[in-house]
């Protein structure tokens, strides 16, 4: 049993606009251990980066935190006084962001930008921490680092800025490490060495990683575990394994149907129709019913609760319940289901229990 | 650094050609003004006025005159006044600059620093009640002409409390209600467009990664917000110093002030050809010399800029 670093339980988010309350977050929990990288899945307002922001104590000013909680290393983190946040921020969370042209200070030196966290945080001098910040230049990549330390932003590539922006992310050596779609706004080819420069800080430092991406793609090489998001709520979560061989909810199967792979037939990728639900009045019944061809009336009317299928893996979806008619997924989850099941015999999802959501923090 | 020399110096050499171009045109408009150089002109006889006209070079074809203006002009020769017993325009002006470049610059530094203060209060302030005092207050401080606030301040400063002179140039305590008037309107503007930039740079993705770093709000603002809100300023101050150079003239009026501005107009009624010319040759040469600063100061302070140039 590995140690959980950062706990969310039951958290409820809130925006409140000129329209009503929106509901970014409908209750979600998740566990981040230590070392590891959980991938948050999910489409454009599906509350992934609400979520993140909320770790980091970064929420808009119009957001409500309803209830819930946010443990890091024990420490309650909801409301938690912004000077006691403040020390914590960029220090033991610290988070990168996606676009890389517009997230450095245009104006200021990136060695400064770079050695700012350890001047604040441990009252570093300017000269050792520009030292850290040379080391940790040259730990993300950048070729030549003493010749470009004194360098603005605008005399690098994205890819390079990115560099800096995980250099900015990392100087005070975090134990939890936010990545918000950091490949996102690069091209292909940098996308890879970003992404393996990720894996290989976390080899070397340890870092947590919650890594947010709305790529499936990008995923696969990355995390150990995911959380599929839907609407403010995860509707799935499970490891890597289980996820992409073994999906259980019809949003996960939408999301790997829409994503080629080597066995992609020409012209066989599918888009999941309709567009999400609006969390001004979120519908009572499964958030993702209205766009889901294997929907069942109760999914109208009532929500999903967990079912649980391995100590690792859950899924909101009435489909996996006793009386649920059997629904035939899509050819190529069939497929990903029958390689499964080849390495796992034991797996059954007729086995799924039912489970109250905080099941998936104890496992 | 050469290329910063070499770009000063092709400034300078565009800065003559200007020169030379407002040496005609007004040259020429003065030209065309009704009226005579000639006191009591229609009491002189043809003779005394051939005479006189001669001495002064006045009776010769205007594109000579001309030319003759521009050489002498090109060699620092800026001729006698006519109207002030002769003497040269340069020593003319030169006595009087002095309380007007003060005046100026005070104005211009009163106003830029006041108003980057309220501007940056107000930013910080945003969408509060501070916020919207402070924007009726500029607008008020935009739309009113700097005479009024110098008829207000010799009121109530001057003349009730009695706190400082109201008019008169003697020293340091005779400079602060000109300035203060002169460099309200500047002071305004510069929390208008302080306000509006910080606003704008308060939301860009380096001050979310700012606030990720752990930074106080303090820090945030004075490492981060002010300095790039700043440098779109820099472009604003060639366009005030403007506004302060034309604006002057009538404040100095008020204030009884022995600057240029009050020479300027004079020389104009009385057709004094000479110090027409040589005052607006000194106001060209000051605006220009204030855009060269900005621009190089817009590229010290912007990385951007110095070293894409």
Known sequence: MTENILEVNDLKINFHTDNGAVQAIRDIYFNLEK???????????SGKSVTTRTIMGLLAKNAEIERGSIQFKGKELIDLPENEFRSIRGSEIAMIFQDPMTSLDPTMKIGQQIAEPLIKHQGMGKKEAWDKALDMMNLVGIPNAKAHINDYPH??????????????????????????????ALDVTIQAQILDLMKKIQRELGTS??????????VAGMADRVAVMYAGQIVEVGTIDEIYGFPQHPYTWGLLNSMPTTQTNKGSLEAIPGTPPDLLNPPVGDAFAPRNKYALAIDEKKQPPYFQLSPTHFAA????????????PPLTVQQRWAKYKQAHPEADKKQAKPVDASAILSR | MSGMVKY??????????????????????????????????????????????????????????????????????????????????????????????QLGIQALVF?????????????????T?????????????????????????????????????????????????????????????????????????????????????????????????????LIPLVTLIGPMAVNLMT???????????????????????????????????????????????????????????????
């Not at chain 1, 070392?35 to 307002?45: D, W």
Request: hydrophobic residues 50%.
């Open chain 2, 8 to 101: 000063v110096l092709k400034r300078l050499g565009i800065i003559l050609l200007t020169l030379i171009i407002i040496i005609s045109i007004t040259f020429f408009l003065m030209k065309l003004m009704p009226g005579s150089p000639l006191a009591n002109a229609e009491r002189l006889s043809d003779t005394q006025r051939q005479v006189i006209e001669a001495q002064y070079g006045l009776d010769k074809p205007l594109i000579v005159q001309y030319w003759n203006y521009l050489v002498n002009a090109l060699q620092f020769n800026f001729g006698n006044s006519f109207q002030f017993q002769n003497q040269p325009v340069s020593t003319l002006i030169a006595q009087r600059i002095g309380p007007s470049a």
């Open chain 1, 209 to 218: 990683i919650i890594f947010i991406t709305h790529d499936l793609g990008v």
């Open chain 1, 35 to 45: 070392g590891e990288t959980l991938a948050l899945v999910g489409e454009s307002g």
């Open chain 2, 111 to 127: 106003g830029i620093v006041a108003g980057i203060g309220l501007g940056a209060a107000a930013a910080v302030h945003r969408n």
């Open chain 1, 317 to 328: 979806t009435w489909l996996l319940d006793e009386h649920a008619p059997e629904v035939v």
């Open chain 2, 129 to 229: 009640k501070t916020d919207t005092f402070l924007s009726i207050l500029a607008v008020l401080g935009v739309s009113i002409p700097s005479f009024v606030f110098a008829a207000l301040l010799q009121y109530y400063v001057g003349l009730k409390l009695n706190w400082l002179p109201i008019a008169g140039w003697e020293g340091f305590k005779f400079t602060i209600l000109p300035t203060i008037a002169l460099g309200m309107q500047p002071m305004a503007t510069a929390a208008r467009f302080i306000r509006t930039e910080m606003v704008d740079v308060m939301g860009s993705d380096y001050i979310e990664l700012a606030r990720a770093k752990g930074l106080s709000s303090n820090d945030i603002v004075w490492r981060h917000t002010l300095r790039n809100s």
């Open chain 1, 155 to 184: 005399q690098f590539s994205g890819g390079m800025r990115q560099r800096i922006v995980i250099a900015i992310a990392l100087i005070d050596n975090p134990e939890v490490l936010i990545a918000d779609e950091p490949t996102t």
């Open chain 2, 247 to 309: 604006g002057s003239v009538v404040i100095e009026k008020i204030f009884a002030i022995p600057g240029i501005g009050g020479q300027f107009v004079s020389s104009i009624l009385t057709n004094d050809y000479p110090l027409i010319m040589g005052t607006t040759i000194v106001y060209s040469m000051m605006l220009m010399v204030v855009l060269l600063i900005t621009d190089i100061l817009y590229g010290l302070i912007d990385p951007r800029i110095r070293l894409a140039n």
